[in-house]
C-alpha cells in the first residue's frame, strides 16, 4: 500500500489517498514522489481520434499485441521482419513510458 501523498507532505491516512502498488514500484516512488498511478490502467484503454496507431487496431496489420503495446510489420521495411512496437499509451515522449 503507498500513500500517493507522502505522509510526510500532509497525505492524509485515508482510503482516499492510498493506491496499491507492487514493490518495486512502491520503492522507486519513495516518500518524494506524489504520482497518482490510480488511472494508468484506464489510460491503456484510452483511444484518441485522429491517432494513426490508434487507427491500426483492427486493421488486419497487426502482427503481435499485449495490454501494453501492440507490433505491426513496419510498411516500408529497411530489413527483412523490419517491424514497429507501439505503446498503447498515449505519451509525449518515451521517457514517458518508465515503470509502471
Ligand atoms: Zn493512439
Given at each position: 500500500?503507498?500513500?500517493?501523498?507522502?505522509?510526510?507532505?500532509?497525505?492524509?491516512?485515508?482510503?482516499?489517498?492510498?493506491?496499491?502498488?507492487?514493490?518495486?514500484?512502491?520503492?522507486?516512488?519513495?516518500?518524494?514522489?506524489?504520482?497518482?498511478?490510480?488511472?494508468?490502467?484506464?489510460?491503456?484503454?484510452h483511444r484518441q481520434?485522429?491517432?494513426?496507431?490508434c487507427?491500426?487496431?483492427?486493421?488486419?496489420?497487426?502482427?503481435?499485441?499485449?495490454?501494453?503495446?501492440?507490433?505491426?510489420?513496419?510498411?516500408?521495411?529497411?530489413?527483412?521482419?523490419?517491424?514497429?512496437?507501439?505503446?498503447?499509451?498515449?505519451?509525449?515522449?518515451?521517457?514517458?513510458?518508465?515503470?509502471?
Amino acid at each position: 500500500m503507498n500513500h500517493i501523498i507522502p505522509r510526510n507532505q500532509g497525505g492524509p491516512d485515508d482510503l482516499s489517498n492510498f493506491q496499491a502498488l507492487c514493490f518495486r514500484c512502491n520503492a522507486g516512488k519513495r516518500d518524494t514522489d506524489r504520482t497518482d498511478f490510480r488511472g494508468l490502467l484506464a489510460s491503456y484503454q484510452h483511444r484518441q481520434e485522429g491517432c494513426v496507431f490508434c487507427a491500426l487496431e483492427g486493421s488486419g496489420r497487426v502482427l503481435l499485441e499485449n495490454e501494453l503495446a501492440l507490433c505491426i510489420a513496419d510498411a516500408y521495411p529497411v530489413s527483412e521482419g523490419h517491424s514497429l512496437v507501439i505503446p498503447r499509451r498515449h505519451v509525449s515522449d518515451g521517457l514517458e513510458l518508465h515503470q509502471p
